[in-house]
Each structure stands twice: as structure tokens, then as C-alpha cells.
Antibody
């Protein structure tokens, strides 16, 4: 069964760069264009915030509110993805999750919403990152 | 940027039915997906598309959508359904957004 595991420093100093890695284990992953890697975070006591995602081709989408500080990459083995978030502040303290995104074709014509399903079907357990001096 | 709005909290008596709603403009073009998150655990996908349950999700969970509103219904709620629920949707830019979250309490 596919599993994702986030790893990286649990403590980062303000103004520095947060760097995390997500590694796949326990199964094979598809390299089709319908799949991508994503990152999500959750500040203490708050809701989920989508950070961005990257296709194995290298194409990315980033949350507009974080775009200027986010960089994602995919490892050469295609079994790892990395997140870099620069110039961190205390507001970046959160649990960070990686998740496998999927676009599933429905084969149905008609309105746009009927063409594809989009969802995050596998999540890592998350890693806590605290920004503090 | 797109936004998805959910009621902050709902409660349901054990065995009764509860509906959680999610509103946003992106839902006119894309179906929502729904995630259940229990304390100190990662979110779990419970619904996606028109009304699709991943393997292992009980059939008391169902989904629907109309216009700019998506709904997740739990029919015959169980104690183990007590959790936070988040909707999620893609937008026209290829970005994703989560709803504000709904805390479901089973009485």
C-alpha cells in the first residue's frame, strides 16, 4: 500500500528557509500526467492550507499567497518530492503534509465539472515545523 | 483567489443524519472532494467526484452538489464519525483550495 513520509528539521529560525522532503514507500507510483505531488500545511488549531503541487514534468502550481516564497522539486527517482519555503516567520509554524494528487477522467461529456475528478488520495502522517529563534 | 466556505460546527445525535455543506464559485466548474480529520491524525479522503467513496469508506457517507454548493451527508452517524471535515476543490488556475472546515460532534 502506497505510503508517504515527510521528513526535515522540526525547528527553523526566522528568516531562514524551511526544507522538507516527502518519500514514497510500500507501493509503485504512476508517472502519468494525472498525478502530481502536493504539500498542505495546518497551523496549530487551524484549518488546512494548500501550499502547492508539482507534476513529475516539473510543472508547478502554487498558492498565490505563498508563491513568492515556495519552491517545489521532484527527485530523479520520482519517489521523492521536496518543499522549500523561504523567509519563514512564526506564522509558518505548522504541521506540513505531503499528499498525492490525482486527476481521474470520468469519460463523461457535458459541463466541465463532469470531465475529471480531482482529489488528494494519499497523505503522509505530517511533520511538525516550528519557526523560532 | 477562490474560497470555500463551510459552517464551523454541526452536531448530530447518534444514528441520525447530518449534512455538511461547502460553498464556493469553483464548485460550479469542479466537484469537491471531502476529507475527514481526527485529532492528531492526517486527513483521510472520504468522498470525491459526483458521489464516489474510496475503498474502505462506509456507505453511510454520500456526496452531492448543486450550483456552487457541495454537500457531504452522513446517514446514521456513528461515534467514530466525530471529526473535522474539510472540502477541497480545484480552481480554473490549477490551484486547489480547502474549505474552512466543519467540526462534527456526535451526541
Amino acid at each position: 500500500q502506497l505510503q508517504l513520509q515527510e521528513s526535515g528539521p522540526g525547528l527553523v529560525k526566522p528568516s531562514e528557509t524551511l526544507s522538507l522532503t516527502c518519500t514514497v514507500s510500500g507501493g509503485s507510483i504512476s508517472s502519468s500526467s494525472g498525478y502530481s505531488w502536493g504539500w498542505i500545511r495546518q497551523p496549530p488549531g487551524k484549518g488546512l492550507e494548500w501550499i502547492g503541487r508539482i507534476y513529475e514534468s516539473g510543472t508547478t502550481n502554487y498558492n498565490p499567497s505563498l508563491k513568492s516564497r515556495v519552491t517545489m522539486s521532484v527527485g530523479t527517482s520520482k519517489k521523492q518530492t521536496s518543499l522549500n519555503l523561504s523567509s519563514v516567520t512564526a506564522a509558518d509554524t505548522a504541521v506540513y503534509y505531503c499528499a498525492r494528487h490525482r486527476r481521474e477522467g470520468t469519460g463523461v461529456l457535458g459541463p466541465l465539472r463532469h470531465h475529471y475528478y480531482y482529489y488528494l488520495y494519499v497523505w503522509g502522517k505530517g511533520t511538525t515545523v516550528t519557526v523560532s529563534s | 483567489s477562490s474560497e470555500l466556505t463551510q459552517d464551523p460546527a454541526v452536531s448530530v445525535a447518534l444514528g441520525q443524519t447530518v449534512r455538511i455543506t461547502c460553498q464556493g464559485d469553483s464548485l460550479r466548474d469542479y466537484f469537491a472532494s471531502w476529507y475527514q480529520q481526527k485529532p492528531r491524525q492526517a486527513p483521510v479522503l472520504v468522498m470525491y467526484g459526483k458521489n464516489n467513496r474510496p475503498s474502505g469508506i462506509p456507505d453511510r457517507f454520500s456526496g452531492s452538489s448543486s450550483g456552487n454548493t457541495a454537500s457531504l451527508t452522513i446517514t446514521g452517524a456513528q461515534a467514530e464519525d466525530e471529526a473535522d471535515y474539510y472540502c477541497n476543490s480545484r480552481d480554473s488556475s490549477g490551484n486547489y483550495v480547502f474549505g474552512t472546515g466543519t467540526k462534527v460532534t456526535v451526541l
